[in-house]
């Protein structure tokens, strides 16, 4: 059991009752959909990105605990920080999610600040896809794609 | 509560015993999470007795041989069993003719089938085919694609907030232009039992051929193909206590027979020159290739088994098993059951406010209680109640009412944690 209290942190219920930057954009330059067929998760992430900066970033949609409090850190964090930022940082935690599954030590737990309250994903390999759904959807609307599933 | 629990059927009269159902399926001893699997997923598989998987691996061991074609002994030998299943299959079913059941690889397979090789000799431009808002997708897609390429119409025929299929509205949408009806005859999300035998009637009296897609049906109630006046009839073998890569098409013989082959190959041919093939007869005209002989022969010893215990008092058993769960579940603050017909069988859907789907199936995992979670293959249907998924507990002979109760406790674990 102790490893679903380090699933469901304090933190993530939190943010998953409450979410933060729940809401759409009016002025939003760059947005995609993310969607995860699986369990039916589907968001849309909304930026407003300027010289680099991420001025806005708001999401919207429904999906379950996991993913939604994942969108909403994601929001807080990377809102007033550069776009390259927000790459790495996504790299960081896939890293950090999937440590256990593909054996490495994830290392880069420490360098997370808040996020790293979603290492206890990488026990449960079912649900990595849930907490990294907002990320990949950022990813793809930094790209300027529109639409990107998790399968 | 207690009081519903020694009202069990644990032992009856006519032989039942749990516990014996229980000792013959060897992965129910396995802890998961070190603790006692709780399996209630059966609607997406059930597990398999010693019989079926003693039979598959005697098989193997004994008399592995292709089948129609060897003089040997060996092969005489897996021919006899694989027909002899055609056989259980046939008396199973009540079909006329073991000639009319066709061993496909599942349910999924038997309706492309039936749409590639039916629905495309019948279906043309302007066509309408008739499913039901609670179908799996298995019998939306392939009609879908038929639809597609032939220029015809996929109708819906509506369901209450039950998960009740509107008679009325169907029957009204039965017209010159229908050219099959696709029915589930057992819900997989819902457990909705469909009032098969009145739709085949409407549908005949305006001459339409109906297929019923009995993938959740066949286990928990059982079919009379003949009583039912079906013209096809659908399931898979792993949802019986059988092997997965197994399941059946029953067709009417004379549709059958007027029909064109599905796939070509070996088997189902009488003869072949490079200028002309003369198709074999039936059942073999649809079954090319070597087929899944260890498959076939699981199956077999799966109906045999439902046979041995007898399916009246599986069904009996649970009927008990959902009357309980429904209450049990029902009196938990913030769960609302999916699927509430009052023709029931087998599957308990439900949601919990606040709470979603996902999050119960790993939370309930780790107490060793396997559901399913997701949209349950059946997309449209999560769209008609408004809710993306369900958390799904689904019943065979061998659960228990602790288990549901385990199920219950589980639930309020799950609440516990998102409190
Ligand atoms: C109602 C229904 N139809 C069809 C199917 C498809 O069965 P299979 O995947 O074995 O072909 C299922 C299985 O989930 C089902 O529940």
New interface residues.
């Given amino acids: 059991?102790s490893?679903?209290q380090d699933?469901?942190q304090e933190v993530i219920?939190e943010h998953s009752?409450h979410p933060r930057n729940f809401r759409g954009m009016e002025n939003a330059n760059l947005q995609a959909e993310g969607y995860n067929p699986?369990?039916?998760?589907?968001y849309t992430i909304f930026l407003e990105v300027e010289d680099g900066i991420i001025r806005d970033i708001s999401f919207q949609g429904?999906?379950?605990?996991?993913s939604k409090a994942s969108a909403s850190m994601m929001s807080q964090i990377l809102k007033n920080g550069t776009t390259a930022e927000a790459e790495e940082l996504f790299e960081k935690f896939h890293q950090a999610v999937t440590g256990k599954e593909s054996g490495k030590e994830p290392d880069a737990v420490g360098s997370l600040g808040k996020l790293e309250a979603f290492a206890g994903v990488a026990a449960?390999p079912?649900?990595i896809k849930?907490a990294t759904l907002a990320w990949h959807t950022l990813h793809a609307a930094l790209k300027g794609d529109q639409v990107v599933s998790t399968e | 509560m207690s009081t519903t629990l020694t009202a069990f059927r644990t032992s009856t009269s006519s032989g039942f015993d749990i516990e014996r159902v229980r000792a013959d399926f060897p992965i129910l001893e396995q802890r998961v999470h070190d603790l006692p699997l709780v399996y209630l997923d059966n609607a997406a598989t059930t597990q398999k007795p010693r019989a079926v998987i003693d039979a598959i691996s005697n098989y193997y061991l004994s008399y592995n041989a292709n089948i129609h074609r060897g003089v040997h002994q060996l092969s005489q030998s897996a021919t006899d069993a694989y027909e002899a299943a055609r056989k259980s299959v046939q008396t199973f079913l009540n079909a006329e003719d073991a000639k009319e059941i066709i061993f496909v690889r599942g349910a999924t397979e038997a309706i492309n089938l039936v749409a590639q090789s039916y629905g495309r000799q019948h279906v043309n431009s302007g066509d309408e085919i008739i499913v039901t808002a609670m179908e799996h997708h298995s019998n939306i897609v392939p009609w879908q694609m038929l639809c597609e390429e032939k220029g015809a119409h996929l109708r819906v025929a509506p369901i209450n907030d039950a998960g009740e299929l509107l008679l009325d509205e169907f029957e009204a949408m039965l017209n010159a232009k229908t050219k099959l009806v696709a029915v589930v005859h057992t819900s997989n999300v819902l457990g909705t039992v469909n009032p098969v035998r009145r739709i085949v009637e409407m549908a005949h009296t305006k001459g339409i051929p109906v297929l019923l897609d009995g993938a959740q049906a066949v286990p928990h109630g059982g079919v009379d193909v003949r009583a039912l006046d079906c013209d096809f009839y659908a399931f898979s073998g792993h949802k019986i206590y059988g092997p997965t890569g197994i399941g059946i098409l029953y067709g009417k013989r004379a549709l059958l027979e007027a029909m064109p082959p599905y796939q070509g190959g070996g088997d189902m041919i009488r003869s072949v020159t490079f200028e002309k093939t003369i198709y074999n007869q039936l059942p073999y005209k649809f079954e090319a290739g070597t087929p899944d002989i260890a498959g076939v022969v699981g199956l077999g010893a799966a109906i045999e088994y439902v046979n041995g215990i007898g399916l009246s008092d599986i069904v009996a058993h649970e009927e008990d098993l959902l009357a309980y769960g429904t209450e049990a579940l029902g009196a938990i603050p913030g769960l609302t059951l999916i699927g509430t017909a009052k023709e029931k069988v087998s599957v308990l859907s439900f949601v919990l406010e606040?709470?979603?789907?996902?999050?119960i199936g790993?939370?309930l995992d780790?107490q060793g209680i396997a559901i399913r979670?997701?949209?349950h293959c059946a997309?449209p249907l999560?769209q008609r109640f408004g809710i993306?998924?369900t958390a799904r507990a689904s019943l065979a002979v061998y659960n228990t009412a602790q288990e549901i109760d385990a199920l219950v406790a589980g639930i309020h674990k799950v609440k516990e944690?998102?409190a």
Avoid at chain 2, 354 to 359: N, R, S, V, Y
């Fill in positions: 059991m490893e679903l699933l469901y219920l009752k699986l369990c039916g998760d589907h429904a999906g379950c605990a996991i449960f079912t649900r849930c | 606040g709470i979603h789907p996902h999050d790993t939370i780790r979670t997701g949209h997309q999560m993306p998924a944690v998102f």
